[in-house]
């Protein structure tokens, strides 16, 4: 299968003729290239190849994505590098709290009276 189009970030490798790889560093690479490029929805993309029936493509997030729907298409995923964006960390402590805050009530009325059924939550 013939590349369409390629990025200048990918190299032949050793294997089949047409292979294409993509090295760690140049992927990690367009953080810096797409971060100022990014729209409304805090995205950006670039296509790195494109094929008669696909296209690949590296994209930069720095928030949540649209939701998408495709009926002709599929969409696999790698993450290079990902940090959880403030409001989820702070929502995922707000819940390990209260979870933990529950589990100490739970075992404090369990001592208290150790006779009685366990409480469920």
Do not use: Q
Request: charged share 30%; net charge neutral; aromatic share 6%.
């Amino acid at each position: 299968m013939d590349s369409e189009s390629a990025s200048s970030a990918c190299s032949a490798g050793p294997g089949p003729a047409g292979l294409i790889v993509w090295k760690s560093d140049d992927l990690k690479s367009y953080e810096k290239k797409l971060a100022p490029k990014m729209n409304e929805h805090k995205s950006a993309n670039e296509e790195l190849a494109k094929y008669a029936s696909y296209r690949i493509e590296i994209v930069h997030r720095e928030g949540d994505a649209e939701a998408e729907t495709h009926v002709n298409n599929s969409e696999v995923f790698f993450i290079v590098s990902a940090k959880p964006p403030k409001s989820s960390a702070a929502r995922l402590s707000a819940i390990r709290r209260s979870l933990l805050e529950k589990y100490t009530a739970r075992r404090s009325m369990e001592a208290a009276e150790p006779n009685s059924a366990p409480a469920m939550y």
